[in-house]
């Protein structure tokens, strides 16, 4: 099942984004450390291109993520024109401190102590922006939970003597093009869960640590790293920890939200869904089915 998530305070959100960012100097754009790509709303990127704003790109939770992974990833930011990115966790005092000088980097012209410097944070629900907005303000002014969409409105704080900070609401986009994406979203928490069936996202997380990160799995479940496929991950994951319907039988839903669970909090191990190398060779696979369904029929 494609999963597709846009709740109606995000078209009003969205329309609220594109007048604030007139008057932004510096859009500070929120990604989840483990799905950095997938996690990037094109919407944001199409804004701020409109408007020429240059952005510095934050991939944050970067303590749950794969750190090689994380490295490439900057790079490959980093190699966008007005993109500059950075790697941190928005829960650390000494992370979130470097943000500000970054931010003044893409906006000289604002360095002179008389123009304010004005910064709009933005992303997709529940990657930390609310959580970094109240780290630079040194104060609980934006309301923060493990669950998507808790801010719903738009506002702007003042902060130190040259600057202001507006937090806007998660906003996904109305259409998300590639399945895959949508399931990371979902593994990552960041599409409500009425929008998902949990078994399926599990499937798909379990899909990829089977491939890549065998060992953890192993470790953390004590299974065999050599199960042959993600479903049969659940089955084992289910067994071990006791999800079981009366009878016997497996509790899927239990199950998975245990693998999810544990994935989401890190207790798993340091994990990326993508890299630049999987999300280039997923692009091309996507192209090759688009051209192959586009391609007219051969008469015979």
Same mark, same amino acid.
């Given at each position: 099942?494609?999963?597709?998530?846009?709740p109606?305070?995000?078209?009003?959100?969205?329309?609220k984004?594109?007048?604030?960012?007139?008057?932004? @100097?510096?859009?500070?754009?929120?990604?989840?450390?483990?799905?950095?790509?997938?996690?990037?709303?094109?919407?944001?990127?199409?804004?701020?291109?409109?408007?020429?704003?240059?952005?510095?790109?934050?991939?944050?939770?970067?303590?749950?993520? @794969?750190?090689?992974?994380?490295?490439?990833?900057?790079?490959?930011?980093?190699?966008?024109?007005?993109?500059?990115?950075?790697?941190?966790?928005?829960?650390?005092?000494?992370?979130?401190?470097?943000?500000?000088?970054?931010c003044?980097?893409?906006?000289?012209?604002?360095?002179?102590g008389?123009?304010?410097?004005?910064? %709009?944070?933005m992303?997709?629900?529940?990657?930390?922006?609310?959580?970094? *907005?109240?780290?630079?303000?040194?104060?609980?002014?934006?309301?923060?939970?493990?669950?998507?969409?808790?801010?719903?409105?738009?506002?702007?704080?003042?902060?130190?003597?040259?600057?202001?900070?507006?937090?806007?609401?998660? %906003?996904?986009?109305?259409?998300?093009?590639?399945?895959?994406?949508?399931?990371?979203?979902?593994?990552?928490?960041?599409?409500?869960?009425?929008?998902?069936?949990?078994?399926?996202?599990?499937?798909?997380?379990?899909?990829?640590?089977?491939?890549?990160?065998?060992? #953890?799995?192993?470790?953390?479940?004590?299974?065999?790293?050599?199960?042959?496929?993600?479903?049969?991950?659940?089955?084992a994951?289910?067994?071990?920890?006791?999800?079981?319907?009366?009878?016997g039988?497996?509790?899927?839903?239990?199950?998975?939200?245990? #693998?999810?669970?544990?994935?989401? %909090?890190?207790?798993l191990?340091?994990?990326?869904?993508?890299?630049?190398?999987?999300?280039?060779? *997923?692009?091309?696979?996507?192209?090759?089915?688009?051209?192959?369904?586009?391609?007219?029929?051969?008469?015979?």
């Amino acid at each position: 099942m494609a999963i597709q998530w846009f709740p109606g305070h995000m078209t009003s959100a969205r329309k609220k984004a594109s007048e604030t960012m007139a008057s932004t @100097d510096v859009v500070i754009e929120v990604v989840d450390a483990r799905i950095p790509e997938a996690s990037c709303n094109p919407l944001v990127d199409e804004l701020r291109r409109f408007r020429q704003r240059p952005c510095l790109k934050i991939l944050n939770k970067t303590d749950l993520a @794969d750190p090689v992974a994380t490295k490439a990833w900057i790079d490959y930011f980093n190699a966008q024109p007005g993109v500059s990115a950075v790697a941190l966790s928005c829960k650390s005092a000494n992370d979130t401190a470097r943000v500000v000088n970054l931010c003044q980097k893409l906006a000289p012209h604002r360095n002179d102590g008389v123009k304010r410097l004005r910064l %709009m944070i933005m992303g997709v629900p529940n990657v930390g922006k609310s959580t970094l *907005m109240n780290a630079l303000l040194k104060r609980k002014v934006a309301k923060v939970g493990d669950e998507p969409a808790v801010t719903k409105s738009q506002q702007t704080l003042s902060f130190g003597t040259h600057m202001t900070l507006t937090d806007t609401p998660g %906003m996904m986009w109305p259409k998300i093009q590639y399945d895959s994406d949508g399931f990371m979203l979902a593994a990552c928490h960041a599409i409500g869960r009425n929008a998902v069936i949990d078994e399926e996202v599990a499937e798909f997380l379990a899909g990829i640590l089977l491939a890549r990160y065998p060992q #953890l799995l192993a470790d953390r479940y004590r299974l065999d790293s050599a199960l042959p496929d993600a479903w049969s991950v659940i089955e084992a994951i289910g067994r071990r920890r006791g999800c079981l319907l009366k009878g016997g039988g497996l509790d899927a839903e239990k199950a998975s939200l245990v #693998l999810l669970n544990d994935f989401r %909090m890190g207790v798993l191990g340091r994990i990326s869904l993508e890299t630049p190398q999987t999300r280039a060779q *997923m692009l091309s696979e996507a192209a090759q089915r688009d051209q192959k369904d586009a391609a007219p029929p051969v008469d015979h």
